[in-house]
């Protein structure tokens, strides 16, 4: 698996779990280049997908994701309690848990990922428009906000490292 290191179950799970839900690393990636493209010259596709992935590789992503991926999933098979299956199921608006879970990612990488998260889950570029179509019959309340929060907190990291360089 591109980027995972040998051994490290929890990052291939993670990776795995994600695939399974519909979502490539690459999907993650061009949500990345999409919100950091226009700031880093020459910014290429593998460093947006090379950074999605040291993202993934953080023990408090990994378990953010697997635990909005399984809630998502429960719901979607309809195996939570009332009142909570109802809530999730329908993604209500009020239910903010699922934001909070995402804050969790962006809570490693600082202030440019939440205006980035902010500003991509707004727009819900890419991938974000097919997790946010309500029509489909699957339940995506947790993977649409891990998905942007994971993009955000990629393009933070790339935004800080070539900042860096150029200093
Ligand atoms: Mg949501």
Redesign the pocket.
């Known amino acids: 698996m591109t980027g995972a290191k040998p051994g490290d179950a929890l990052l291939e799970a993670t990776v795995q779990r994600l695939f399974e839900r519909g979502v490539q690393i690459e999907e993650i990636a061009a949500l990345t280049h999409f919100l950091q493209s226009d700031y880093i010259d020459n910014l290429t596709k593998e460093e947006c997908v090379e950074s999605v992935y040291h993202v993934l590789a953080k023990r408090e992503v990994q378990h953010a994701v697997l635990t909005g991926i399984e809630l998502d999933v429960l719901a979607e098979q309809g195996k939570l309690s009332h009142p909570l299956q109802g809530i999730i199921e329908r ?1 209500e608006s009020l239910y903010g848990v ?1 934001e909070i879970l995402a804050l969790s990612i962006l809570n490693v990488y600082g202030t440019i990922s939440y205006t980035n998260y902010g500003y991509i889950d707004k727009v819900k570029h890419g991938i974000l428009q097919r997790l946010n179509d309500k029509s489909s019959g699957e339940v995506h ?2 993977l ?2 891990l998905v942007a929060a994971i993009a955000a907190a990629a393009s933070s990291r790339i935004a800080h490292r070539r900042g860096e360089k150029e200093r």
Do not use: G, L
């Open positions: 993604d699922d309340a947790f649409d906000d």
